[in-house]
């Protein structure tokens, strides 16, 4: 793990790897796991482990509160609870993007408040999210499930969302905002592509 030091404070964090491990961790304003206040978190793997990360204003897992991204994280064979009430469940901070996130073969539930399930924290977009062969459950109550933050750039939108192993795929996406209807219709059609809207307390399954 490469961590940079500044004015007495601790700055951006990347390779970062856990291996056949059970990990808790939290924070208020940086990430669970990943970057401090203000600073991104990138470069994360979790490989065959048990993690459960919560923060307030940072990620759960990926960058810290008030502008840190999340980027190039990375989950293979794991079981993973991530939260946050600000940030990105998985992905930015509060005001922080999310890209660039891959998970593999395992299940995850991934929740914000303002923030997007995955993705972007609250003020801010995402992109490139992947899912392969995995059950994963994201919410948000004003952001996207998968996507955007509340009040994003590209709100409640992500871009480059793909899933791949179909039969094994279990993709869901809770979000309480009213939208317009032909969009769900369209990202329903799709199978593919979500920005993670729909209508309230309606739980949508991809498949």
Request: hydrophobic share 30%; proline share 1%; with cysteine.
């Amino acid at each position: 793990m490469q961590e940079s030091w500044s004015r007495n404070r601790w700055f951006s964090c990347s390779n970062i790897i856990i291996d056949s491990c059970s990990v808790i961790a939290s924070s208020k304003y940086g990430a669970g796991i990943g970057g401090s206040k203000q600073h991104a978190g990138s470069d994360i793997t979790i490989n065959s482990s048990s993690v459960t990360a919560s923060s307030t204003d940072g990620a759960g897992i990926g960058g810290g509160g008030y502008g840190g991204s999340g980027s190039d994280i990375t989950i293979n064979s794991s079981s993973v609870t991530a939260s946050s009430t600000d940030g990105a469940g998985i992905g930015g901070g509060l005001y922080g993007a999310g890209s660039d996130i891959i998970i593999n073969s395992s299940s995850v539930t991934a929740s914000s408040t303002n923030g997007a399930g995955i993705g972007g924290g609250e003020g801010n977009s995402c992109e490139n999210i992947t899912i392969n062969s995995s059950s994963v459950t994201a919410s948000s109550k004003y952001g996207a499930g998968i996507g955007g933050g509340k009040r994003g750039a590209g709100a409640y939108k992500g871009q480059s969302v793909i899933l791949t192993g179909r039969q094994q795929n279990s993709l869901r996406l809770f979000c309480f905002l009213p939208v317009n209807l032909s969009f769900v219709v369209a990202a329903l059609l799709s199978r593919c592509r979500c920005g993670g809207a729909c209508p309230p307390t309606r739980q949508y399954f991809l498949f």
